[in-house]
C-alpha cells in the first residue's frame, strides 16, 4: 500500500523539529555522575535509574535510614522511558479499568485503592523533596472518536461506579467539546483525580537528588554486566568495578534482565512522540482546554496528549514499532514515517491550529509484557527482585512496583505480595520469528479493528482467550 502524502501544513510543521527529547533539551540538567571505579559493598543495590530504581532507593532509604544503598545506572539517570515519556502519571496499576476487569475482577476494587494511595504518595513526595517537576493533578480523559466508543465510555463508567469510584465522569460529546474543542471528539470519560500531569525528567533528576539527600551512592555510565551469587549475597559486575550486595533490585525494564529467564516475558517496541511550539492566547482560545488534563483517544492504535507548562501541546502515540529481535538501539528512536503521520493525524484533531509548528520529535523502547501491566518476581533464593513490563504506563505505577520489589527482599507477607496480580506471571513471547510474525498479525488486526466499529477478529479473539490481551 502506497504511503499517504504529507499535508503541506505536516510538511511545514515538521520542517524544523529537533529530533530529541523535549523534557531531556533542558539547560537545567544535571552533570552525571562518575561511574564506579573498584568495588563496593552494600546492603542493596538497585539496578537501573530509572523511575524503578529511583524509587526503590528512595522508598529503601525512608523505610531504613540505616540501609547503605548503592544505585548504579547504565548512562546518565532518567535518559531513558523516564526522561522522555509523555508525563502522565496514573493511579491505574493496571493500564486501566478495562484491563484490569479482564484480568484480575475480585481485586480490583483493592488495585483501584491502592493505585490512588500510591499516586497521593507520589504528589507528597514531589512535595517533601520541593521536586520541580510541575505536577498538577488534572486527571485524563478517555475520549471517543467513533460511534461505537461511545457505548464502551458508557459501560467504563458503569464498571467504575460498580466499583465504589466517584472520580469518573461521562461526558456528551457537548460537554467534552465544552471542555476541549476538536470536531473529531464525540464523548469522554473523565477520571477527574486519578491521573497527574508533570514533567518526566524533571521527576527523575529530582528523585535522583532526593536519594543523594538520603545516602544513597549513585554511579552513573555505569552498566551492570553480570549478576551472580558469591555464596552469601550477590556479585554485580561492572566495566571497571564489583558490588557487593545482600540484596538486588533490578529496575532495567525495556533492556535486557540480569536473570536471563525473564527475558521471554519482555519484548520492547517503540512509541514515538512529537510536540509543539508554545500556543498563543488566540490558539489556546480556539480550542479550549481551560482545565489542562492529559487526553487520550479510545482507539487501539491511539493518541495521547497534553498541554505542557509553558502551553506547548505533547502529541504521541499511535504507530508502536517492533523490530525483529527485539533489540534496543538508538539507532531505532527515531522512525520519521510515524512523525509524519503523526503531524497529519493532528492537525485532523485541531484544525484549527493550522500554522502551528513542532519544535521536537524523538521515540524510544518501552517495555512490553502479554498482559499490558507490571509483573514482579524474585530469583537466586529470594535475594535478587524484579518489576517489569509497564508497557507505557510506568510514570505511577514504577513507585508501586518499588515498595513490591523492597516487600519480596523482606520475605514478609503484606497487601501487595497477597494480590493475585503480584503473584502471577503474564504468557511469556514466543521466539523468533513467531514473535516477530505473531506481533504483525496483532497489529493489522487491532487496526482492522479500529476501522470495523470495533469488531475484533477471529485472531484478537483467540488472543484474549489465552490471555495474551492486546487491548490498550
Not at 505533547?314 to 529481535?325: A, E, F, K, M, N
Not at 520519521?336 to 523502547?365: I, N, S, V
Not at 513507585?399 to 520475605?411: C, I, N, Q, W, Y
Amino acid at each position: 500500500m502506497a504511503r499517504a502524502a504529507m499535508t503541506p501544513s505536516a510538511a511545514h510543521a515538521l520542517a524544523d523539529a529537533e529530533p530529541t527529547p523535549f523534557w531531556l533539551a533542558d539547560p537545567d540538567r544535571p552533570a552525571a555522575r562518575p561511574a564506579l571505579v573498584g568495588d563496593e559493598t552494600c546492603d542493596l543495590l538497585v539496578v537501573g535509574g530509572g523511575y524503578s530504581g529511583l524509587w526503590t532507593a528512595l522508598i529503601a532509604k525512608e523505610r531504613d535510614p540505616q540501609r547503605d544503598v548503592v544505585l548504579v545506572e547504565g548512562a546518565e539517570i532518567g535518559w531513558a522511558a523516564s526522561g522522555r515519556n509523555g508525563g502522565f502519571c496514573a493511579a491505574s496499576l493496571t493500564h486501566g479499568l478495562g484491563n484490569g476487569l479482564a484480568r484480575w475482577p475480585g481485586e480490583l476494587a483493592t488495585l483501584e485503592q491502592l493505585g490512588i494511595r500510591n499516586l497521593d504518595a507520589i504528589g507528597e513526595a514531589v512535595e517533601r523533596y520541593g521536586i520541580d517537576c510541575a505536577f498538577e493533578r488534572t486527571g485524563e480523559i478517555d475520549i471517543a472518536t467513533e460511534p461505537h466508543q461511545i457505548a464502551e465510555l458508557k459501560e467504563f463508567a458503569e464498571d467504575a461506579a460498580g466499583l465504589g469510584l466517584d472520580r469518573h465522569t461521562f461526558l456528551d460529546e457537548d460537554e467534552l467539546r465544552a471542555q476541549v474543542d476538536s470536531p473529531t471528539f464525540r464523548a469522554g470519560l473523565w477520571d477527574r483525580d486519578g491521573v497527574a500531569m508533570l514533567n518526566p525528567a524533571r521527576l527523575a533528576w529530582g528523585l535522583k537528588q532526593a536519594c543523594l539527600g538520603l545516602g544513597v551512592r549513585i554511579y552513573e555510565r555505569t552498566p551492570a554486566t553480570d549478576l551472580a551469587s558469591d555464596g552469601i549475597g550477590m556479585a554485580v559486575r561492572t566495566p571497571y568495578g564489583r558490588v557487593f550486595a545482600r540484596h538486588v533490585a533490578l529496575g532495567t525494564n525495556a533492556f535486557p534482565s540480569l536473570v536471563k529467564r525473564v527475558r521471554p516475558y519482555i519484548v520492547p517496541v517503540y512509541d514515538h512522540a512529537l510536540m509543539t511550539e508554545p500556543l498563543s492566547e488566540e490558539q489556546l482560545a480556539a480550542i479550549g482546554w481551560k482545565n489542562r488534563q492529559g487526553l487520550s483517544d479510545s482507539n487501539n492504535h491511539f493518541h495521547y496528549f497534553r498541554i505542557t507548562a509553558d502551553n506547548r501541546i505533547l502529541w504521541g502515540g499511535y504507530d508502536i514499532v517492533y523490530r525483529y529481535g527485539g533489540g534496543v538501539r538508538a539507532e531505532y528512536d527515531h522512525h520519521p514515517a510515524t512523525y509524519e503521520k503523526l503531524a497529519r493525524h493532528f492537525f485532523r484533531c485541531f484544525p484549527q491550529l493550522e500554522g502551528l509548528r513542532f519544535t521536537h520529535t524523538w521515540g524510544g523502547a518501552i517495555d512490553t509484557c502479554s498482559r499490558f501491566s507490571a509483573f514482579f518476581g524474585t530469583a537466586h533464593a529470594g535475594r535478587v527482585a524484579y518489576a517489569t513490563g509497564y508497557t507505557g504506563l510506568g510514570v505511577g505505577a514504577t513507585r508501586f512496583g518499588a515498595d513490591v520489589m523492597l516487600d519480596l527482599l523482606s520475605g514478609e507477607r503484606t497487601e501487595r505480595t497477597e494480590l493475585e496480580m503480584v503473584r502471577s506471571k503474564p504468557l511469556p513471547f514466543p521466539p523468533e520469528p513467531l514473535r516477530w510474525a505473531g506481533i504483525g498479525i496483532t497489529q493489522w488486526s487491532m487496526t482492522q479493528a479500529d476501522t470495523r466499529g470495533g469488531r475484533r477478529n477471529l485472531w484478537l479473539k483467540a488472543m484474549d482467550k489465552v490471555g495474551l490481551g492486546f487491548d490498550s
